[in-house]
T-cell receptor
Framework: AQKITQTQPGMFVQEKEAVTLDCTYD???????LFWYKQPSSGEMIFLIY??????QNATEGRYSLNFQKARKSANLVISASQLGDSAMYFC???????????FGKGNQVVVIP | DAMVIQNPRYQVTQFGKPVTLSCSQT?????MYWYQQKSSQAPKLLFH???????NEADTPDNFQSRRPNTSFCFLDIRSPGLGDAAMYLC??????????????FGPGTRLTVT
């Protein structure tokens, strides 16, 4: 079974600062992918970044980077230079090979303050 | 732009009155999903189609049905909505179901209110 854990309480972040969102996962499948999604108050889920279990390097997409520590089964999202528009709920999700389903964590609420 | 479209964005229905939510996609993806998301919770997968193959989640109530008449369209039917069915309903698509790295593309959602 796949399981994603996001346990941080809601976070307030100062504009222009970096923020790290924690995500740990559990799977016995050696082949899997990890995703982060952003969900603003409007409701749409926006894909941010992907990390494959066999990827040697940590994924980066603009201001988003993923701190992937395979042995610890963690895939933390780092948002650099926070902007007011980054205020949203952030979900970590996992998919294993051959499975069309995404397992979601409970999400992290981030509020960026000026 | 290629995208996932959901109509309507807001739907109000009466307790017990059937309602249909629609989703269309221009991405030509072969997998389409329906999620239910309640306030401050993660999306919960109701079912998905891999091409024409329907895959129901074990805990999805019988009250929820789905149709996929063609690649582009997918419908969510709630036969007798209860107050507990009030939620955001998200449609998503994904290409090439066996490829792990293919992310799911989400529509803007339909917020359902049951009165």
């Amino acid at each position: 079974a796949q399981k994603i854990t996001q346990t941080q309480p809601g976070m307030f972040v100062q504009e222009k600062e970096a923020v790290t969102l924690d995500c740990t996962y559990d799977t016995s499948d050696p082949s899997y992918g990890l995703f982060w999604y952003k969900q603003p108050s409007s409701g749409e889920m926006i894909f941010l970044i992907y990390q494959g279990s066999y990827d040697q390097q940590n994924a980066t997409e603009g201001r988003y980077s993923l701190n992937f520590q395979k042995a610890r089964k963690s895939a933390n999202l780092v948002i650099s230079a926070s902007q007011l528009g980054d205020s949203a709920m952030y979900f970590c999700a996992m998919r294993t090979y051959g499975n069309n389903r995404l397992a979601f964590g409970k999400g992290n609420q981030v509020v960026v303050i000026p | 732009d290629a995208m996932v479209i959901q109509n309507p964005r807001y739907q109000v229905t009466q307790f017990g009155k059937p309602v249909t939510l629609s989703c269309s996609q221009t991405l030509n993806h072969n997998v389409m999903y329906w999620y239910q998301q309640k306030s401050s919770q993660a999306p919960k997968l109701l079912f998905h189609y891999y091409d024409k193959d329907f895959n129901n989640e074990a805990d999805t109530p019988d009250n929820f049905q789905s149709r996929r008449p063609n690649t582009s369209f997918c419908f969510l039917d709630i036969r007798s909505p209860g107050l507990g069915d009030a939620a955001m309903y998200l449609c998503a698509t994904s290409g090439l179901g066996q490829v792990i790295s293919y992310e799911q593309y989400f529509g803007p959602g339909t917020r359902l209110t049951v009165t």
